[in-house]
């Protein structure tokens, strides 16, 4: 063990280290002291090294760099001046990337490299927020187990994910990466997902430590436009905001990122109130703290920092640990300890933190564990991954409408048209967010229905985007004009029995930066709806799409409407397995959909006013609007229909309030049923919601079988932080809601008579 040191380190000390590690093991005293004896051998500049992220810059398995900016990064990897790399992706070249650290340092300190795996590596499942949809726990940590198995045998050894963020604006790019506007559902997830990338034992070469992220607010960035300032209360950030992130220390998450956005006028990244006085004071948090990209450089165009070395500075004292790409701490840390503005203990609690990381990685062990060509190429695509891939996109899946039980589809209809260009398109279905991926390889719904029937006909209507130069970092051009392909499709729908519509957003317009003023079908879709639908009124519409949309016109339009977001490799096949029958929609949505984007942000669980919704002049409402959403959070059909009953409450005992009410199949088909608990509490010293979710079991339930459903309502879910953080819990009297979605089930009420805390 440790045989990456034994040639740099003086011999008393690394045999130190050897005998504890061997004497106790893993245990947290042999990972303290090998860290503690590796920091006393450490210079400030190597300690400042540990602190320092770059992306990657040259192909490692070619010849050393010779430019300016990619030779400086060079040497600095050389000199120990770098504790992390991301973007350096593949077992060969994280390899050579880690071997220019271990062999060419002086104490040969072996870097963590980091990558954006955030729904899939080369496998590629659901976007998270389609995942959410599922409300099956199981499956979304098996879904982040196949992107840590796949990422780590590529070289990785972190990802930045899960992202907890809550955001209750559809219009903001990033709800497609996080689980939505409800704090409690997601803080399940991101459960879920850590769990799934770490692992049981982070030691393991199959794990991959997570990151909670963006610490703290990012989802709340005003008018949706992303790494905008973001403004709320202390109720906001203390029942809303925050427990996710809490939620995530108590499922071991190694790491944190801060975010782009002030919070009370102070930029995340030097926020000390945030990084200092809650994560690791309050909560204790043991981790590191990584910067976003660039966001310590940025508290400058903010106006908190005058230059990059005060932003080092803030930085630093706020208790940001690593930068990343902002060459801040590189290039000034070491002078403001010098000149007393950074205390040396910081620097040393930092590369601290970040050493521990490493050494609970096993990278200290050794440092190649991640760099196995075999493995690699044995794991990629590997059938067991397509499989876990194919469930979670069926699980994802949510059925919106449908009328006349259009669907399942009747495999003997001869004449089934297909319109729309996403229906063809095997590049969008993967989502946004796939740096792994290799390009247009998902299964595109066109291909997936032809698996089931011989008699699909396809016309693509309108193309989406009139520029196909979609880079990353490039707009995307949207086609506003071009109908030459309308009458085509209008001539294949007049034709056919049902006419199944792929309609949407393609993947970029959704993830980071990629905020909409509008919720509505891009581009000419609308009205291709509408010219198909004048010609064929059978249609069922596929939407395809990173965010909730606004689709009034369909709502009361089209009989048929299914959410199918973006769901990965397997997309086409898991929405003709949905389709035709092969699996029982029982997706749930994670987000409210609005009725028009005025609504927005629009969310389930908001407070009552003291003048509630009413159709009354100076009562509140919209003068040309409903304020009820399109489809309220929770909701989701089945081709089976389920009857909820004996809605009971047992209060006896305030630490255990026991619920349970019974739900039945009525229908004819076998169903998977998310039955939700909410509650209200009613008067409080802070006004609570009109409803909270507290609790949900999915449960699959045979036509005619019936099930008792319990839940247990403990201090934990009657309780809420008061405006200084407390959290409290207060006897009185509580509504409590059970059924099929936010806006429908069962209500009664209970009096909680004393607080158990």
Same mark, same amino acid.
């Given at each position: 063990?440790?045989?990456?040191?034994?040639?740099?380190?003086?011999?008393?000390?690394?045999?130190?280290?050897?005998?504890?590690?061997?004497?106790?093991?893993?245990? =947290?005293?042999?990972?303290?002291?090998?860290?503690?004896?590796?920091?006393?051998?450490?210079?400030?500049?190597?300690?400042?090294?540990?602190?320092?992220?770059?992306?990657?810059?040259?192909?490692?398995?070619?010849?050393?760099?010779?430019?300016?900016?990619?030779?400086?990064?060079?040497?600095?990897?050389?000199?120990?001046?770098?504790?992390?790399?991301?973007?350096?992706?593949?077992?060969?070249?994280?390899?050579?990337?880690?071997?220019?650290?271990?062999?060419?340092?002086?104490?040969?300190?072996?870097?963590?490299?980091?990558?954006?795996?955030?729904?899939?590596?080369?496998?590629?499942?659901?976007?998270?927020?389609?995942?959410?949809?599922?409300?099956?726990?199981?499956?979304?940590?098996?879904?982040?187990?196949?992107?840590?198995?796949?990422?780590?045998?590529?070289?990785?050894?972190?990802?930045?994910?899960?992202?907890?963020?809550?955001?209750?604006?559809?219009?903001?790019?990033?709800?497609?990466?996080?689980?939505?506007?409800?704090?409690?559902?997601?803080?399940?997830?991101?459960?879920?997902?850590?769990?799934?990338?770490?692992?049981?034992?982070?030691?393991?070469?199959?794990?991959?430590?997570?990151?909670?992220?963006?610490?703290?607010?990012?989802?709340?960035?005003?008018?949706?436009?992303?790494?905008?300032?973001?403004?709320?209360?202390?109720?906001?950030?203390?029942?809303?905001?925050?427990?996710?992130?809490?939620?995530?220390?108590?499922?071991?998450?190694?790491?944190?990122?801060?975010?782009?956005?002030?919070?009370?006028?102070?930029?995340?990244?030097?926020?000390?109130?945030?990084?200092?006085?809650?994560?690791?004071?309050?909560?204790?948090?043991?981790?590191?703290?990584?910067?976003?990209?660039?966001?310590?450089?940025?508290?400058?165009?903010?106006?908190?920092?005058?230059?990059?070395?005060?932003? =080092?500075?803030?930085?630093?004292?706020?208790?940001?640990?690593?930068?990343?790409?902002?060459?801040?701490?590189?290039?000034?840390?070491?002078?403001?300890?010098?000149?007393?503005?950074?205390?040396?203990?910081?620097?040393?609690?930092?590369?601290?933190?970040?050493?521990?990381?490493?050494?609970?990685?096993?990278?200290?062990?050794?440092?190649?564990?991640?760099?196995?060509?075999?493995?690699?190429?044995?794991?990629?695509?590997?059938?067991?991954?397509?499989?876990?891939?194919?469930?979670?996109?069926?699980?994802?899946?949510?059925?919106?409408?449908?009328?006349?039980?259009?669907?399942?589809?009747?495999?003997?209809?001869?004449?089934?048209?297909?319109?729309?260009?996403?229906?063809?398109?095997?590049?969008?279905?993967?989502?946004?967010?796939?740096?792994?991926?290799?390009?247009?390889?998902?299964?595109?719904?066109?291909?997936?229905?032809?698996?089931?029937?011989?008699?699909?006909?396809?016309?693509?209507?309108?193309?989406?985007?009139?520029?196909?130069?979609?880079?990353?970092?490039?707009?995307?051009?949207?086609?506003?004009?071009?109908?030459?392909?309308?009458?085509?499709?209008?001539?294949?729908?007049?034709?056919?029995?049902?006419?199944?519509?792929?309609?949407?957003?393609?993947?970029?317009?959704?993830?980071?930066?990629?905020?909409?003023?509008?919720?509505?079908?891009?581009?000419?879709?609308?009205?291709?709806?509408?010219?198909?639908?004048?010609?064929?009124?059978?249609?069922?519409?596929?939407?395809?799409?990173?965010?909730?949309?606004?689709?009034?016109?369909?709502?009361?339009?089209?009989?048929?409407?299914?959410?199918?977001?973006?769901?990965?490799?397997?997309?086409?096949?898991?929405?003709?397995?949905?389709?035709?029958?092969?699996?029982?929609?029982?997706?749930?949505?994670?987000?409210?959909?609005?009725?028009?984007?005025?609504?927005?942000?629009?969310?389930?669980?908001?407070?009552?006013?003291?003048?509630?919704?009413?159709?009354?002049?100076?009562?509140?409402?919209?003068?040309?609007?409903?304020?009820?959403?399109?489809?309220?959070?929770?909701?989701?059909?089945?081709?089976?229909?389920?009857?909820?009953?004996?809605?009971?409450?047992?209060?006896?005992?305030?630490?255990?309030?026991?619920?349970?009410?019974?739900?039945?199949?009525?229908?004819?088909?076998?169903?998977?049923?998310?039955?939700?608990?909410?509650?209200?509490?009613?008067?409080?010293?802070?006004?609570?919601?009109?409803?909270?979710?507290?609790?949900?079991?999915?449960?699959?339930?045979?036509?005619?079988?019936?099930?008792?459903?319990?839940?247990?309502?403990?201090?934990?879910?009657?309780?809420?932080?008061?405006?200084?953080?407390?959290?409290?819990?207060?006897?009185?009297?509580?509504?409590?809601?059970?059924?099929?979605?936010?806006?429908?089930?069962?209500?009664?009420?209970?009096?909680?008579?004393?607080?158990?805390?």
């Amino acid at each position: 063990m440790f045989s990456a040191f034994k040639r740099n380190l003086p011999i008393r000390n690394w045999l130190t280290a050897l005998f504890v590690s061997f004497l106790f093991g893993q245990t =947290a005293f042999a990972q303290q002291h090998f860290v503690d004896s590796l920091l006393n051998e450490m210079t400030l500049e190597e300690k400042i090294g540990q602190m320092n992220q770059y992306t990657g810059f040259w192909d490692a398995t070619g010849p050393a760099p010779t430019d300016g900016y990619g030779k400086n990064k060079y040497e600095h990897v050389k000199q120990g001046l770098v504790g992390s790399m991301l973007n350096v992706v593949g077992a060969e070249r994280v390899r050579k990337m880690q071997e220019l650290a271990v062999n060419e340092s002086r104490l040969g300190i072996p870097m963590i490299f980091a990558n954006d795996v955030i729904h899939g590596h080369k496998t590629i499942t659901p976007i998270p927020l389609a995942e959410t949809a599922s409300w099956d726990l199981e499956a979304i940590k098996q879904s982040a187990r196949v992107a840590a198995i796949e990422a780590s045998a590529m070289g990785l050894n972190w990802t930045f994910a899960p992202m907890v963020d809550i955001s209750r604006d559809a219009r903001w790019g990033r709800v497609m990466e996080g689980a939505g506007e409800d704090t409690y559902l997601g803080s399940l997830v991101g459960k879920a997902r850590i769990e799934g990338f770490q692992g049981d034992d982070l030691s393991a070469n199959n794990t991959i430590a997570a990151c909670a992220k963006h610490f703290a607010g990012y989802g709340f960035a005003e008018s949706g436009k992303d790494y905008n300032t973001v403004d709320v209360g202390t109720s906001t950030l203390y029942n809303i905001i925050l427990p996710p992130f809490k939620a995530a220390i108590e499922s071991d998450v190694k790491t944190f990122m801060n975010s782009f956005n002030t919070l009370n006028g102070i930029p995340a990244t030097g926020n000390k109130f945030l990084q200092r006085d809650i994560l690791k004071g309050e909560w204790a948090y043991e981790g590191f703290v990584v910067s976003d990209w660039g966001s310590a450089s940025e508290m400058v165009n903010h106006g908190y920092a005058k230059d990059l070395k005060h932003a =080092a500075e803030l930085a630093a004292v706020a208790g940001s640990d690593m930068d990343m790409e902002s060459y801040a701490y590189v290039n000034h840390l070491k002078e403001l300890v010098e000149e007393g503005k950074v205390d040396v203990k910081l620097i040393d609690e930092a590369a601290r933190r970040i050493l521990l990381v490493k050494y609970e990685l096993g990278l200290f062990e050794d440092p190649y564990k991640y760099c196995d060509i075999e493995r690699e190429k044995e794991l990629l695509y590997h059938a067991d991954h397509k499989a876990a891939a194919l469930d979670m996109a069926k699980k994802s899946i949510v059925l919106l409408k449908n009328e006349n039980n259009v669907l399942p589809l009747d495999k003997k209809q001869k004449k089934i048209a297909v319109i729309g260009a996403l229906a063809d398109d095997k590049q969008s279905p993967l989502g946004n967010w796939i740096m792994g991926a290799d390009p247009n390889t998902a299964v595109s719904v066109l291909e997936g229905l032809k698996n089931y029937s011989k008699h699909i006909s396809y016309a693509k209507g309108a193309e989406v985007l009139a520029d196909k130069n979609i880079g990353f970092a490039n707009e995307l051009v949207i086609n506003e004009t071009d109908k030459s392909g309308f009458q085509e499709a209008i001539d294949l729908a007049k034709e056919s029995e049902v006419v199944i519509m792929v309609l949407g957003e393609h993947a970029n317009h959704s993830g980071e930066a990629r905020s909409r003023s509008k919720l509505d079908l891009p581009g000419v879709q609308q009205e291709l709806l509408e010219e198909v639908y004048k010609i064929n009124k059978n249609i069922v519409l596929v939407l395809t799409n990173g965010r909730p949309l606004a689709i009034t016109w369909a709502d009361e339009h089209i009989p048929t409407i299914v959410e199918a977001w973006q769901l990965g490799s397997q997309a086409g096949n898991a929405i003709a397995d949905v389709l035709f029958g092969g699996y029982n929609p029982s997706g749930k949505l994670p987000m409210t959909f609005p009725r028009s984007v005025g609504q927005v942000p629009i969310y389930y669980n908001y407070y009552n006013t003291g003048r509630p919704t009413s159709d009354a002049i100076f009562w509140g409402h919209y003068m040309d609007e409903s304020v009820a959403p399109l489809y309220p959070f929770g909701y989701g059909l089945s081709y089976t229909s389920f009857e909820y009953a004996n809605l009971k409450v047992d209060a006896s005992d305030a630490a255990k309030v026991k619920v349970t009410a019974s739900v039945k199949n009525t229908g004819e088909y076998e169903g998977e049923e998310v039955v939700q608990l909410y509650i209200r509490d009613k008067v409080a010293s802070v006004v609570r919601p009109v409803k909270e979710l507290k609790g949900f079991e999915k449960i699959t339930l045979k036509s005619g079988e019936s099930k008792v459903v319990e839940f247990v309502l403990t201090a934990k879910e009657l309780g809420f932080y008061n405006n200084q953080g407390e959290f409290v819990v207060e006897a009185g009297e509580f509504d409590v809601m059970v059924g099929t979605s936010s806006a429908e089930g069962l209500k009664t009420t209970f009096e909680l008579s004393e607080v158990t805390q």
